[in-house]
């Protein structure tokens, strides 16, 4: 529908309306002009407001129109603020311009001007996945809106890396939203948190980001347990045999799968070996270690093994258990495996010193007994500590003779041993 009057004034004020049309918050439209023509043979004054007067500004508010000529008035908006809504014509006003031109009414010319921009939000401001199976990653949905004027590009940041959220660089109009699926692929079993916090690329947004960050929690769990996750046989005398201990081997998935256990090395047997596992049930499977070999080193763990179970279906497969164990025993030896005298005088007495090394991980209580009637030793009982530590003692040579005289230290121990009693150290001299 179309209106007009006819006018018998010279005034005239054109355009009737200055449309600053779609205008991105956060920034200004550009300055229109309004022309007001005095086609009269007379000047007349004109006077211009607004009817709002907060967003435009004028560049002249009154003046003069000299006969047959023009003025020109300057509509400048300001800036649409950063958050706005986008309600059409939202930023719109009236100007008003009244001429003293005989027989002239007011001319209204409207502003029109509306901010421009996306306003997104998202329908959850927490995911909570629960107890998810590392073998079965799980999901959850929210929505993305757009209740802005614009299109807007969004993507989310995720962190940790067990949380993901796709789609990625998802377009989403003007008006319109989407479903936005989280996704949890735990990989170890454990409590898990992160956040994904939305972003936008080449995006007009008319209002902030959703704050804060989805809160994203969940549980990592497995679909089988193994316990203990370590059996630990200890400390096992050479010779001697540790006491079988067991691992437990539990289906926490919702369905049964088939199993098999393998050692890496020779050191123990496994009972049972392989079976099948309904939900929910466990079976017992016995580790028996091999005797300690009668000589053996003490270096720790020397007998550790691992235990392997795998699954079909896989699952999280392979489940693990460490084993442990370590030969425990004293292993002598004498430092020097020689000691030499010399030439001593008749009757007269010198002395060295020896030591005892004990190069295992059991201390021992050890005995010495010398032969040659001109040697003596000193102490004759002593205590080596483990761990390579040493006992120092004394040996004594006194010829009651000339010539070459000889002698030997041994030495006896009630602890347990890890390899053979040493060869005799042996002892030389020759008195003179």
């Not at 003069?64 to 939202?90: E, H, Q, Y």
């Not at 370590?326 to 030499?340: D, E, V």
Request: one cysteine or more; a neutral charge; charged letters at 10%.
């Amino acid at each position: 529908t179309l209106n007009g009057a006819a006018t018998s004034s010279d005034a005239n004020v054109s355009p009737g309306s200055l449309d600053f049309g779609l205008v991105e918050c956060g920034t200004s439209a550009a300055s229109k002009t309004v022309k007001i023509t005095n086609a009269g043979l007379t000047a007349f004054n004109w006077t211009a407001t607004l009817a709002n007067g907060t967003h435009y500004t004028l560049d002249a508010a009154s003046g003069i129109v000299a006969a047959n000529s023009s003025a020109n008035v300057v509509v400048s908006p300001g800036m649409i603020p950063a958050t706005s809504d986008v309600s059409p014509n939202l930023y719109g006003d009236t100007l008003t311009i009244t001429t003293t031109a005989p027989g002239d009414d007011p001319h209204v010319v409207d502003l029109l001007e509306t901010a421009h921009g996306a306003i997104l939000s998202q329908s959850k401001g927490a995911i909570d996945f629960g107890s998810v199976l590392v073998s079965s990653p799980a999901t959850s949905t929210f929505t993305v809106s757009n209740s802005g004027n614009a299109p807007a590009t969004v993507s989310f940041t995720t962190s940790p890396a067990v949380f993901t959220v796709s789609p990625q660089a998802q377009v989403v109009g003007a008006g319109a939203s989407y479903d936005a699926t989280a996704h949890f692929a735990p990989t170890a079993q454990q409590a898990y948190a992160g956040t994904a916090a939305m972003t936008t690329a080449g995006t007009v947004l008319c209002g902030a980001l959703p704050t804060p960050a989805i809160a994203l929690t969940g549980n990592g769990a497995l679909s089988a347990q193994v316990s203990p996750s370590n059996v630990d046989f200890g400390l096992v005398a050479c010779g001697a045999t540790g006491t079988a201990s067991k691992v437990t081997l539990t289906n926490t998935s919702p369905n049964s799968f088939t199993w098999g256990a393998t050692l890496g090395t020779a050191y123990y047997t496994i009972t049972p070996t392989s079976g099948t596992l309904l939900k929910g049930k466990s079976v017992d499977i016995v580790i028996t270690p091999k005797a300690i070999p009668s000589t053996s080193a003490t270096t720790a763990d020397l007998y550790a093994d691992t235990l392997t179970i795998k699954t079909n279906p896989a699952l999280e497969s392979p489940y693990v258990a460490a084993v442990h164990m370590t030969a425990q025993g004293a292993i002598l030896s004498f430092n020097p495996t020689t000691l030499a005298f010399g030439n001593q005088k008749k009757d007269t007495s010198r002395t060295k010193s020896y030591a005892v090394v004990n190069s295992g991980n059991l201390a021992a209580p050890i005995t010495l007994t010398k032969s040659g009637s001109m040697y003596s030793i000193t102490p004759t009982t002593e205590t080596v500590n483990a761990g390579s530590s040493t006992t120092t003692l004394n040996a004594s040579f006194k010829p009651t003779q000339t010539g070459n005289q000889n002698g030997s230290v041994s030495v006896s121990t009630t602890a347990k041993r890890c390899a053979p009693l040493p060869a005799a150290m042996s002892m030389t001299g020759s008195g003179f």
